[in-house]
Structure formats: structure tokens, C-alpha cells
């Protein structure tokens, strides 16, 4: 994926290796550690983070997911029996500053509730917490990533989750998807309860609904990575962006014969 890297053009100081910048930032997502606790053998701090902060603002990250995704689906190695899900992630007291936005008088346009909702912070019985909802294919590997407050209901979400699966083909258009939702008891006596009104239950197929273990095993494989298990990074883009970066590394792993 070299070729899909930045690379320094004209003048001034020449940059620092990329292997060994992507390195610390690798090492960071894995410790949880602040960035100020970088080793120094990957180099100084501010510029590790500058660039994994620059290559998210200018969709580096994402695009390198993206390659890897469209080379799989190229040869048929993505699975497309897609399963979605979500998980709560506590956001640690330092992920809760985020610089909110203010007008030109100094007033606040914001409150700070606002303000951790934008950036996908909510707050729950258990404390701030933001939720990652994933799609996952048929072998737990991740096509789409949409961050929430923790306390957001999945189903708001659910649309979102599946429009964000992109992957470029020769052939555009969707194929068409066969879902397969459980129902809760609650849901189930309503629906009876109300008769010809309460509509047609969802789809549910029990031989299909176990294989929806690829996305639970997709998140624990993440948060083997400690600044996705808990969210450090003040805004929703960068916390996002580790996590592509540790998507990255989940499709790397994958054989490729």
C-alpha cells in the first residue's frame, strides 16, 4: 500500500519515516498511553500525532481500508453475509474538553451537552460513554464503522451502518439483502395485542441468526487495541480514525490465499 501514501514534495525538511511514524501511532491505539508518553525510538510525539490527525482530516486512513476492501471483494474473498451490531464503550474524563464552538461576542452557541453529542459522548447510568456500531462480512472483518453516543438506540443507527458500506465495483448498484432480526418478547405481545394493526413480524431465520458471532468476535478483537476500549481522543473523527487504523490491521491479519 506504499503507493497509497503521501509523499514529500519540494522543499523544506524532508519528513520522517513512515513506517516509523505509523509504528508509534500503532503503539499508542495498542497502550492507551497519552501521546506525550510516545517512546522516543518512533520519533517525537507531536509529529506522530500531527500526521495520524492529518491523514484522517484528509481520508488517508480511510482510503487504505478501502483499498484493501476492494482488492478482497475483486477476487471474492468477502464474505457478503453481513451481520450488524454495536458496543458501548466507556469515554474516559478526558475525551469529555472538546473545544466547543463560540460566537464572535465570546458567548457560548453551544451547551455543553450539545457540544459531547456532536461528538458522540452521551452520558448513561454508567458515565460518558460513546457506542460503535459495525457491519461486519461473513468473516468478522469490518465494512462500515458510524460512532453514537452511548445512549442512542441501535435502530437510529441501523440505517446509517449499512448506507456506509462503499465498496467500489465495475457493476454499481446494490444487491438485494435478506435480513434476519430477532424480536423482542415486548415487541412480539404488542404486535399480538394489537391484532391486524401491529403489522408482520421481521424476518427471522434461526439457522442464519448464530452466525452473527463474526461481529461480536470483530469487537473483541478491537479492544484488544486499549484507546478503542476506551475512548481517550477528545473528537468523534479522531477516535473514529483509530479505530479504522485497527480495522486496518484486522484485514492485514487475514490470509490472503
Known amino acids: 500500500m506504499g503507493p497509497l501514501l503521501p509523499k514529500r514534495g519540494g522543499r523544506g525538511r524532508p519528513w520522517r519515516d513512515h513506517r516509523q511514524v505509523v509504528n508509534g501511532v500503532l503503539w499508542r491505539l495498542r497502550t492507551g498511553a497519552p501521546w506525550r508518553d510516545l517512546p522516543e525510538r518512533y520519533g517525537p510525539w ?4 500531527e500526521r495520524f490527525a492529518r491523514w484522517e482530516v484528509d481520508g488517508i486512513w480511510a482510503t487504505l481500508l478501502e483499498h484493501l476492501q476492494v482488492c478482497d471483494d475483486a477476487v471474492g474473498r468477502v464474505d457478503w453475509t453481513v451481520s450488524v451490531d454495536s458496543t458501548i464503550n466507556r469515554a474516559h474524563q478526558h475525551s469529555a474538553g472538546a473545544r466547543k464552538r463560540r460566537a464572535a461576542d465570546g458567548d457560548t452557541l453551544e451547551d455543553p451537552g450539545h457540544s459531547q ?3 458522540a459522548i452521551g452520558r448513561s447510568r454508567g458515565g460518558l460513554t460513546t457506542k460503535v456500531h459495525l457491519a461486519v462480512d461473513g468473516r468478522g472483518l469490518p465494512l462500515s464503522i458510524v460512532l453514537t453516543p452511548g445512549n442512542v438506540n441501535d435502530v437510529t443507527a441501523f440505517g446509517q451502518v449499512l448506507d456506509s458500506i462503499r465498496i467500489p465495483r465495475a457493476v454499481t448498484g446494490r444487491p ?5 432480526i430477532p424480536e423482542r418478547r415486548d415487541q412480539m405481545a404488542n404486535r399480538r395485542r394489537r391484532g ?5 413480524p421481521p424476518a427471522f431465520d ?3 441468526y448464530p452466525a452473527r458471532k463474526v461481529v461480536e468476535r470483530c469487537f473483541a478483537r478491537l479492544k484488544q487495541f486499549r484507546a478503542i476500549a476506551t475512548r481517550f481522543d477528545k473528537l468523534a473523527d479522531r477516535y473514529r480514525a483509530g479505530i479504522v487504523i485497527a480495522a486496518l490491521i484486522l484485514w492485514l491479519r487475514e490470509p490472503r490465499w
Open 46 to 49: 507531536q509529529t506522530v500525532y
Open 206 to 208: 434461526r439457522s442464519i
Open 176 to 180: 438485494p439483502i435478506a435480513a434476519t
Open 117 to 119: 453529542t456532536r461528538q
Open 196 to 200: 391486524d394493526q401491529g403489522g408482520r
